[in-house]
C-alpha cells in the first residue's frame, strides 16, 4: 500500500484515538479502549478486526493463532492498546515483533492510561524505506 493511504488510515485512527481519550479520559481498561476505538474506526468506514491470531514458523516449529494483535485496521495497520502509566520498552518491542510476523508494514502503540493522548502515541514502522533519496537524508 502506498505511504499516502497508510497515513490516510493513521491519520483518521489517531483522530479516533484522541476523540476517545478525551471523552472517556485514562484510567479504563484495555478491553473498553479496544472495543470503542474498534467500533469508532467502524463508523469511519475502515474495516477493523480485533483479537486477531498471528500464526508463524521457528525453528521447525509451527506456532498456530498463539499471538493476537489487539486490533487490525484495513488489513495493514496493528494497533496495540495499552492502558498504564507510562510506556516501556518492551511495548514497543511487542509491536514490531507483531508487524515483522504479521509482515505489515505500520503499527500504532496506543496507550490510553497517559494524561495525554500525544504523550502515549508511537507509531511503528517495519522495513521503511525513506522516500529521499540518500544524499538529501540529514542522518545516514
Keep these: 500500500m502506498a505511504s499516502a493511504g497508510l497515513d490516510a488510515i493513521t491519520g483518521q485512527i489517531v483522530d ?26 467502524a463508523r469511519r468506514g475502515l474495516t477493523v478486526a480485533r483479537q486477531v491470531p498471528i500464526s508463524f514458523d521457528y525453528d521447525g516449529m ?6 493476537r494483535v489487539d486490533l487490525l ?4 495497520v496493528i494497533i496495540e492498546v495499552k492502558s498504564v502509566e507510562a510506556h516501556h520498552p518492551v511495548h514497543a518491542k511487542q509491536l514490531l515483533t507483531y508487524l515483522r510476523l504479521a509482515d505489515l508494514p505500520v503499527g500504532l502503540l ?9 504523550a502515549g502515541l508511537r507509531r511503528l514502522v517495519n522495513r521503511f524505506d525513506p522516500s529521499a533519496s540518500p544524499r538529501l537524508r540529514a542522518n545516514h
Excluded: C, D, W
Design 110 to 118: 496506543i496507550n490510553f492510561g497517559m494524561p495525554t493522548l500525544k
Design 16 to 41: 479516533a484515538a484522541f476523540k476517545l481519550h478525551v471523552g472517556l479520559g485514562p484510567g479504563l481498561l484495555e478491553s473498553v479502549y479496544e472495543a470503542v476505538l474498534a467500533r469508532e474506526l
Design 73 to 76: 485496521v484495513e488489513q495493514t
Design 62 to 67: 509451527h506456532f498456530h493463532e498463539l499471538v
